[in-house]
Each structure stands twice: as C-alpha cells, then as structure tokens.
T-cell receptor
C-alpha cells in the first residue's frame, strides 16, 4: 500500500464547475500536507500548504484535511481551463522525504 | 530569472550509454533533490543533498550517482542506461532540509532506446 494515494483520473469538468480532488494517506505520523500543481511538460509547483485539520482557503482554492479519516481534499471553485493540470498531494515523512500521491489529472473544458 | 534550471531538457540515448543531467538553483537554498517521475506521473525521491552532503539516498541502483560541487548545483550521472530508466527527472531545492516547500525545475525527459 502506498503511503499517499490518489485516483489518477483523468477528471473532466465543464468550465465553472466545482472540482473536488482527494487523497488518502496511511501514515498517522503525517502532520503537514501540500498540494502541488503540475502543468503538462512542467515541474510541480506548490499550490497550498496545510498543517492541521480543517480548511484553508486561498482564492478559488480550498484545502481540507481530516486527520481522523486520513483524508485530504482540494476544492476548486469556478474552475477555469487554466486549471487544467495534474494535482499532486504530498506529505513530508519523519525522515524528511516528501511522499507524493500519484496525482490526479484534471481537464476543465471551456 | 529561472529559479531551478536543468539541462538538457530532452535526452534520447541508447541502452548501455552513460549520461549526465545538470541542475542549478539561484535561490540560495541549502538543500537540493533529484526525483524520478514515471509514465504514470508517480513522483519519487531519489537523492537529497544538504550543503553538498548526501542526506537522502533512496533505493536507487548504483548506476545512478549524484554529485554536488557546491550547494547551488546538483548533477546526476547515470551509467549503463537501461530501458527502465526512461522517465522525467526533476531537480528541486528547498531553503534547508527541514523546510518542506520545494521548488522544482522544468524536468529532463530521458528516453532510452
């Protein structure tokens, strides 16, 4: 079992839709969680960073962590074609390594 | 003003060859990383250097050898390339080994024929 799991998709939505991207993790020691966005043929870039349960909002993006169920979510409101990318969740392990999920590929159609 | 740069961007080579990928960061960070991303987009760490010292060395074949001449550079040399080495290799950096925010380079797409 991978320590961080994501449904790879692809997920296709119409422009303006609310998108929900999800991850589960197995390691109870994980304390911090990140979402990286990776455009095609580019490197990942940090989108959001959370370190506690609850919600964190940044513009159209909301990151949610539920440590009791080991579930991480990223919501995108009013999705745009420019949001089309692969979204990777990640958490640093106790040894300092960033453990990534497989990534979910999102396509927002105009 | 590229923060983390890699060369080359694309690398096509024959099995058995030896190749190198170079990485440079101008962010003043102390820690640098090499990741491998396979065809299913799974991103996995290979090595990490902090101030030129190796601090993470995952289970990677000995054919892969990282070298850090200074803290702004981390190169990856691969000997006797195999078909399974085909992937995208990403370099990344962070402020220090305890900082989780990592900045990634654009990647080097390696194809072994």
């Amino acid at each position: 079992q991978k320590e961080v799991e994501q449904d790879p998709g692809p997920l296709s939505v119409p422009e303006g839709a609310i998108v929900s991207l999800n991850c589960t993790y197995s390691n109870s020691a994980f304390q911090y969680f990140m979402w990286y966005r990776q455009y095609s043929r580019k490197g990942p870039e940090l989108l959001m960073y959370t370190y506690s349960s609850g919600n964190k909002e940044d513009g159209r993006f909301t990151a949610q962590v539920d440590k009791s169920s080991k579930y991480i979510s990223l919501f995108i409101r009013d999705s745009q074609p420019s949001d089309s990318a692969t979204y990777l969740c990640a958490s640093p392990s106790s040894t300092g390594k960033l453990i990534f999920g497989q990534g979910t590929t999102l396509q927002v159609k105009p | 003003d590229t923060a983390v740069s890699q060369t080359p961007k694309y690398l096509v080579t024959q099995m058995g060859n030896d190749k190198s990928i170079k990485c440079e960061q101008n962010l003043g960070h102390d820690t640098m990383y090499w990741y491998k991303q396979d065809s299913k987009k799974f991103l996995k760490i290979m090595f990490s250097y902090n101030n030129k010292e190796l601090i993470i060395n995952e289970t990677v074949p000995n054919r892969f050898s990282p070298k850090s001449p200074d803290k702004a550079h981390l190169n990856l040399h691969i000997n006797s390339l195999e078909l399974g080495d085909s992937a995208v290799y990403f370099c990344a950096s962070s402020q220090d080994a305890r900082t989780d925010t990592q900045y990634f380079g654009p990647g080097t797409r390696l194809t072994v024929l």
